[in-house]
C-alpha cells in the first residue's frame, strides 16, 4: 500500500494540478483550454481547490511518514528494500553496533564461566597414579600417609595402569574418543601420564599430586593463607591453584646457558606435578585440547601417519602435555580473562600468593620448597614437598 501511495504521489508530478495554470493548459487539455474561460477567472476558482488537494496530500505524506517512522532502521529517513525472503523480524534495536573485538567476547566468557565455576567448592579428593596398587617402595608409602593423614575428610583414590584407562574410557570415550585413542597408545608412557592429570583436573577436580610428593600443611587452608593479604579476593573466587616451579628473572644470576642446560624454555614455569583445580576449568580444557592438536599434527607429519610411530624428544615431550605447555596454557589463559598481555615481570617475586582472574599463583616455596633457585628456601613454610622421583615416568 505504502508503495503505491509512492507511486500515487510521484505520479502527481504530472498531474495537472501541479501545472501551471497559465501555461500549457490550452495544449495538454483541450477539455480545461475551453474558449469561454478565460485564464482569469479560471484561477480563481482553481487556486483553493488546487491548495486544498496539495494540503490533502502533505497530510498524507505526513500520516504515511510518521507511520514508517518505527520501521526506518537507525533513524535513516530514506525507506529501505525490504527483501521478500527470510523475513525475519528485525528487533528494535538501536544500541551502536557493536565494536567487540573477538577478544573482548572471549574475556566476557571467560569470566562468566568463572563465575559459574565459583558458585562450588573445590572437590575434596586427592589423585595420585601408580603402575599397580603396590608402591614401590616404603619411602613412598609414608609419602602417601602424609595425604591422608592431613586431610582426612578428603576422598583419595589412587588409579593405577588399568583403573586409569577404565577411568579415561568411561570419562571421555563417548565425548572424545581421540583422547582416549591418545592416552591408550601413547608409545611413551609419559605422555600418557602427563595427559591423565588434565583429565583427572577436568573431568574431577579436586588435588592431583605426583606419587613422590608428600603433603605438610592441610589442602583447605592453601587458600585461605595465599589471599589472606588480599582483602579484595574472595575464597570463592579462585576456581584454580598454580604453583610457581621457575622464577628466574635475573640475567646476572641465572644466564640463557643455564636456563638451557637447566632444562628449562622460559625463565618462568609452572608446576603440573600438582594441580589442584576444580572441575570443567578451561585452563584444563584448554591443554587436552592443545594436547590434541599438536599430537594430531605431529601424527599426520609423522611417516606411518600413526601414533605408534611418535617419537619425541625429551624437549617435545615437555611441550606437548609437559610443563612447557601447562606454562603456555596458563599465560594464555591469564591473558585472556585479563584482557591484557601478562607480562613474566608481573609473574616475578610472588611472595605470598597472586591472583589474576580466578586463578591464585602459589610461590616456588609452596609446592617445590629446596629445590636451589627461584628463591625457593626449605621445608618449613612450604605446602608440600616433591621428591622428584623421576624413575616412575620410565
Ligand atoms: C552458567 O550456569 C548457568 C546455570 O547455573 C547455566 O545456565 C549457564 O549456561 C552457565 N554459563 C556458562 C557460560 O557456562
Ligand atoms: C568407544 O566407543 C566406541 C563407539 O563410540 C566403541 O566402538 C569403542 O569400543 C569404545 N572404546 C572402548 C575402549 O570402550
Redesign the pocket.
Known amino acids: 500500500m505504502a508503495t503505491d501511495l509512492r507511486r500515487d504521489i510521484f505520479r502527481g508530478m504530472y498531474n495537472p494540478v501541479y501545472r501551471n495554470p497559465y501555461a500549457s493548459e490550452k495544449d495538454d487539455n483541450p477539455k480545461n483550454s475551453h474558449a469561454s474561460f478565460p485564464p482569469g477567472w479560471l484561477s480563481c476558482i482553481r487556486l483553493p481547490r488546487r491548495q486544498a488537494i496539495i494540503s490533502f496530500l502533505n497530510v498524507l505524506l505526513l500520516v504515511v511518514f510518521i507511520w514508517h517512522i518505527p520501521s526506518l532502521p537507525g533513524h535513516s529517513f530514506l525507506p529501505v528494500p525490504v527483501p521478500h525472503t527470510n523475513l525475519t523480524p528485525q528487533k528494535p534495536d538501536f544500541t551502536p553496533p557493536t565494536t567487540s573485538t573477538s577478544a573482548e567476547d572471549t574475556r566476557r566468557r571467560l569470566l562468566t564461566l568463572s563465575k559459574n565455576l565459583s558458585k562450588i567448592a573445590f572437590p575434596k579428593k586427592i589423585w595420585q597414579t601408580w603402575k599397580t596398587i603396590a608402591l614401590p617402595n616404603d619411602e613412598t608409602f609414608t609419602r602417601r600417609q602424609t595425604w591422608h593423614a592431613l586431610n582426612p575428610t578428603h576422598e583419595y583414590d589412587l588409579l593405577t595402569d588399568k583403573s586409569a ?1 577404565d577411568y579415561v ?1 568411561n570419562n571421555f ?2 565425548t572424545d ?1 581421540f583422547i ?1 585413542h591418545l592416552y ?1 597408545n601413547f608409545p611413551q608412557r609419559i605422555l600418557a601420564a602427563d595427559l591423565l592429570r588434565y583429565l583427572i583436573a577436568f573431568k574431577s577436580g579436586g588435588v592431583y599430586s605426583d606419587i613422590d610428593t608428600e603433603c605438610k600443611k592441610p589442602i583447605d587452608t592453601w587458600v585461605s593463607q595465599s589471599i589472606a593479604h588480599l582483602p579484595h579476593v574472595k575464597q570463592e573466587d579462585i576456581n584454580i591453584v598454580v604453583g610457581m616451579e621457575l622464577d628466574i628473572l635475573d640475567k646476572t644470576k641465572y644466564s640463557d646457558k643455564w636456563v638451557i642446560e637447566s632444562g628449562f624454555a622460559q625463565r618462568i614455569q609452572f608446576i603440573q606435578w600438582t594441580i589442584y583445580a576444580k572441575p570443567g576449568h578451561e585452563i584444563s580444557r584448554r591443554m587436552i585440547t592443545s594436547v590434541q592438536e599438536k599430537v594430531r599434527e605431529d601424527i599426520q607429519k609423522s611417516a606411518g601417519k600413526c601414533i605408534s610411530g611418535l617419537k619425541y624428544s625429551e624437549r617435545e615431550i615437555l611441550d606437548r602435555t609437559g610443563p612447557f605447555g601447562w606454562t603456555n596454557a596458563v599465560m594464555g589463559y591469564v591473558n585472556d580473562i585479563m584482557g591484557r598481555e601478562v607480562g613474566f615481570e608481573e609473574y616475578t617475586g610472588i611472595k605470598e600468593g597472586k591472583v589474576f582472574g580466578d586463578v591464585l599463583f602459589l610461590p616456588v616455596n609452596r609446592w617445590s620448597p629446596g629445590v636451589g633457585h627461584s628463591d625457593a628456601g626449605g621445608d618449613e613454610t612450604a605446602f608440600m614437598i616433591h621428591h622428584f622421583g623421576g624413575s616412575w615416568r620410565d
Do not use: F, K
Request: overall charge neutral.
Open positions: 584407562l574410557v570415550n563417548a574418543p582416549v591408550a
